[in-house]
T-cell receptor
Framework: KAGVTQTPRYLIKTRGQQVTLSCSPI?????VSWYQQTPGQGLQFLFE???????NKGNFPGRFSGRQFSNSRSEMNVSTLELGDSALYLC???????????????FGPGTRLTVL | QKEVEQNSGPLSVPEGAIASLNCTYS??????FFWYRQYSGKSPELIMS????GDKEDGRFTAQLNKASQYVSLLIRDSQPSDSATYLC?????????????FGQGTTLQVKP
């Protein structure tokens, strides 16, 4: 079974631009969660999507948004990029909603975003 | 107070020793606890999950949970240099539809040959 895939793997943008990251979950998984990882803040929860609905949201500004499609693939968008948005963005998939289940969350390889 | 707290380390142990990693959490009603391992430049991978008070063993790994003290730990017996990584404690904070997986900062473990 193929694992979680994320595209692109690396991205360089400048301040003020916007970016869209993509995540394809493991086949049969309906939940996709997004995380931001930085050396200073660690792994921080952005949001979770389940069956095309946002289930949970972390403490990030409205510039961070996401969506999920009917095939469970998810995209995350960051508008008006700031230098502090430079991070590794990870998505994780599980069969059921992360908040309700004990299902394992499987992580993708991440997208390394650099904002100049 | 952070929702999930870990000592960032680094924790350095000699090869063959027991490594003890600790984590505390703030939400008294949390029911699900996880330990992830993350090698440098890689994404986290689940190594242990625990849901009930007490110990849970899996090979060289033992997870311990004490809900009354809001404390979860991971013991690694016979530590190997290949265990050198960052270990992330994760807790589902909140319940039902509002629950979300929250990670601690991670503890860096160095196993010296």
């Amino acid at each position: 079974k193929a694992g979680v895939t994320q595209t692109p793997r690396y991205l360089i943008k400048t301040r003020g631009q916007q970016v869209t990251l993509s995540c394809s979950p493991i086949s049969g998984h309906r939940s996709v969660s997004w995380y931001q990882q930085t050396p200073g803040q660690g792994l921080q929860f952005l949001f979770e999507y389940f069956s095309e609905t946002q289930r949970n949201k972390g403490n990030f500004p409205g510039r961070f948004s996401g969506r999920q499609f009917s095939n469970s693939r998810s995209e995350m968008n960051v508008s008006t990029l700031e230098l502090g948005d430079s991070a590794l963005y990870l998505c994780a998939s599980s069969r059921t909603s992360g908040g309700l289940s004990t299902d394992t969350q499987y992580f993708g390889p991440g997208t390394r975003l650099t904002v100049l | 107070q952070k929702e999930v707290e870990q000592n960032s380390g680094p924790l350095s142990v000699p090869e063959g020793a027991i490594a003890s990693l600790n984590c505390t959490y703030s939400d008294r009603v949390s029911q699900s606890f996880f330990w992830y391992r993350q090698y440098s430049g890689k994404s986290p991978e689940l190594i242990m999950s625990i849901y009930s008070n007490g110990d849970k063993e899996d090979g060289r790994f033992t997870a311990q949970l004490n809900k009354a003290s809001q404390y979860v730990s991971l013991l690694i017996r016979d530590s190997q240099p290949s265990d050198s990584a960052t270990y992330l404690c994760a807790v589902i904070i909140g319940s039902g539809n509002t629950g979300k997986l929250i990670f601690g900062q991670g503890t860096t473990l160095q196993v010296k040959p």
